[in-house]
């Protein structure tokens, strides 16, 4: 009896070719740099590695970067929710415009975006005689950084959700109204429980990048040494100086965080796996 | 507590997509609005619903001036077309919805609202799967469901967007008696929207034929098929022997040979 094969599926050795292929170069791309990063830290002992970390400089970028992140990823959330929310349950003039505005950060280079906040909140800047008089920095201090990983990352948590609520549609929000219900309550427990994974995922990417974003914050930062160095500027620092050591182990401290995002992701997915499939579009 | 709706007009940016209707419906009367697809019956019924809003004309209903009840104050049970149940919901959930998010005085307690929600899924014909997920159940218990979160608003007025539009024809059949049943039961003003005449006439007291963003007909459904009014009226009715003749002769073309 002949044996017929599935018509979407392909011969036996292309799969394989295909395979290879993809393996080869998700070893070259993805793994050997990863690989590298955590060998070239560990290359003199672990004990030397942490040195490298342990001084007072790494831990003030250490610290620096997570504070950054962690005022700027709740805010772009909570933006981006909005701007999502807007443009894809209701119809209004300008709506094109705004959805192109929020790409631009993806197609503006990084040292631009941070060169636009030199110049508005410098000190030959726009506002910057008015910020002095008020004593308030923002060039080469904590609120610049945080405002150029902003713009950096805004399109993030927006990028994800817009799809996905356009797809979702206004019926289960008109239902809810018609229900009796308000437009915060229709917000909590209508639309927001669609949204959450998608959600999830844009704030983990939006981290991600607010964690290792360069260009935008090396032109406002200053390279102040344990007070605006985040940890990829401290890193570039290090390598310059011929201190490999320190910066691959300040890298792989990044590359940790990095990893320890996908697998917070991976967990949270796999622990509801039942529930993402139930509001999965049936 | 009759429905008058005067004169309504209402233009997408596009289309207009009424075109100056009016008809008057009393309390308790099951109305159907028919005609084919853009012809402006399911925009007449998002506008009874508060989901919409005319740009001239006016809806009276219960001796309210109904375009100034905001949609969530109406106690409108609104039947979607893809029914729109809340996905990650359960059953229960999603029946009980409407009661829980009642401000909380007027809030029905947990205990209340669970006994509410066993009532409602007898009386659809669901006891037993108040745990499940709308994907885990077929399209008429989704349909059902859908119904049954409607009521428990316990509604002024039902509104009924294709209620059977994505069903098959032998469940479309026992849903649609079993529907007529409940409404005589509930007491309530009904509207459906379909495309099917033959359901119209048969499930409603009153039709309306609509075409074009105007009511070609509006009466029983004894008078229209007695009389029709306009041409359009005539070939509309006229419609199902029509078609099925046409389907039978091309069944014969193709087969014969």
Redesign the interface.
Known sequence: MKHWRSPTSDHPLTRLVFMLIAVSVVATFLVLPLATVFSEALSKGFSVAWTAVDEPDARAAIRLTLMVAAIAVPLNAAFGLAASWAIAKFDFRGKQFLTTLIDLPFSISPVVSGLIYVLIFGLQGWLGSTLRDWDFKVIFALPGIVLATMFVTFPFVVRELIPLMTDQGR??E?????????GF?TFL??TL??IKWGLLYGVLLCNARAMGEFGAVSVVSGHIRGLTDTMPLHVEVLYNEYQYVGAFAVASILALLAILTLVFKSLLEWHFAD?I?????? | MSLVVDSVVKRFERFPALNGVSLTAPQGAFLALVGPSGSGKTTLLRIL???EFPDSGSVHFADLNWLDVP????????V?Q?Y?????MTVAQNIG??LS??PRRQRPSRREIARRVEELLALVQLEGFAKR???QLSGGQRQRVALA??L??EPRLLLLDEPFGALDAKVRKELRGWLRALHERMGITSVFVTHDQEEAFALADLVAIMNAGKIEQYGTPEDVRRAPKTAFVAEFLEIVPHQKSAAGQYRNDRYST
């Open positions: 019926d289960e008109e239902a809810a109204t018609s229900l009796g219900a308000s309550q427990r209508v429980p669609n529930e499939a139930a509001t999965h579009r049936h | 619903g508060g989901l949609a969530r104050d109406r106690r409108a049970g609104f979607f893809q729109a149940l809340f996905k990650h919805f409407g998010v009642r997920y709308p994907n979160r409607a428990a608003i």
